[in-house]
């Protein structure tokens, strides 16, 4: 079982940046794949990031790349997002997930998420 818990999102305007945060229980991170998904208002969750186990390869939807990192720390159980050049369509619910599989196939642990509001 992993639970994981999102922080660090809020309020920015447009240009600005974000850095968030999702903490991982057990002892277990480090064999799990690990994504970054949104959820606008109104609009389907959709895929933004994903890591692999080491941290040694990644991907990104073609909405964030070149703006958005994903990386992570094994040794403190937390996956990253660095989001800069934010604008107001990437306001959303932000949530972690995890996959045992990389390229991401279907995840096995979700967190709650946290909000990002970007105003223009």
């Known amino acids: 079982q992993v639970q994981l818990v999102e922080s660090g999102g809020g309020l920015v305007q447009a240009g600005g940046s974000l850095r968030l945060s999702c903490a991982a229980s057990?002892?277990?991170?480090?064999?799990?794949?690990m994504g970054w998904f949104r959820q606008a208002p109104g609009k389907e969750r959709e895929f933004v990031a994903a890591?692999?186990?080491?941290?040694?390869?990644?991907y990104y939807a073609d909405s964030v790349k070149g703006r958005f990192t994903i990386s992570r720390d094994n040794d403190k159980n937390t996956v990253y997002l660095q989001m800069n050049s934010l604008k107001p369509e990437d306001t959303a619910l932000y949530s972690c997930a995890a996959d045992e599989y990389y390229p991401l196939r279907g995840m096995d642990y979700w967190g709650k998420g946290t909000l990002v509001t970007v105003s223009s």
């Open positions: 890591i692999n186990r080491s941290g040694s390869s990644t």
């Open positions: 057990g002892r277990t991170f480090s064999r799990y794949a």
